[in-house]
Nanobody
Framework: QVQVVESGGGLVQAGGSLRLSCADSGRTFSRLNMAWFRQAPGNKREFVAAISWDDFSTMYVDSVKGRFTISRNNAKNTVFLQMATLKPEDSAVYYC????????????????WGQGTQVTVSL
């Protein structure tokens, strides 16, 4: 069973940076497609970025292109989301998601989810 745990959230000023981490406790991390989603109060959970199991493909929502970078370290069973030039509208709970077969931009693609980590960007 895949269990994912996010970390690295916090409070940062606009223009600052944060790096989120998502660790997987299972034994099949290197075969998992991984993604980050976020959800602000009153909003639907939205796609942020995804990376394929083989590190061959990445996807981003337009609003974070050029500012966020998703990467993975299979030796450490961890996926990262490096966030730069943060804006107040990036404030949300960020969720890590995983799936062993599917790869995409919608929540229904991913079968395993973490509990989320809060990111707050102040002016």
């Amino acid at each position: 069973q895949v269990q994912v745990v996010e970390s690295g959230g916090g409070l940062v000023q606009a223009g600052g940076s944060l790096r989120l981490s998502c660790a997987d406790s299972g034994r099949t991390f290197s075969r998992l497609n991984m993604a980050w989603f976020r959800q602000a109060p009153g909003n639907k959970r939205e796609f942020v970025a995804a990376i394929s199991w083989d590190d061959f493909s990445t996807m981003y929502v337009d609003s974070v292109k050029g500012r966020f970078t998703i990467s993975r370290n299979n030796a450490k069973n961890t996926v990262f989301l490096q966030m730069a030039t943060l804006k107040p509208e990036d404030s949300a709970v960020y969720y890590c998601a995983a799936d062993s077969r599917r790869f995409g931009r919608t929540t229904d693609v991913y079968s395993d989810w973490g509990q989320g980590t809060q990111v707050t960007v102040s002016l």
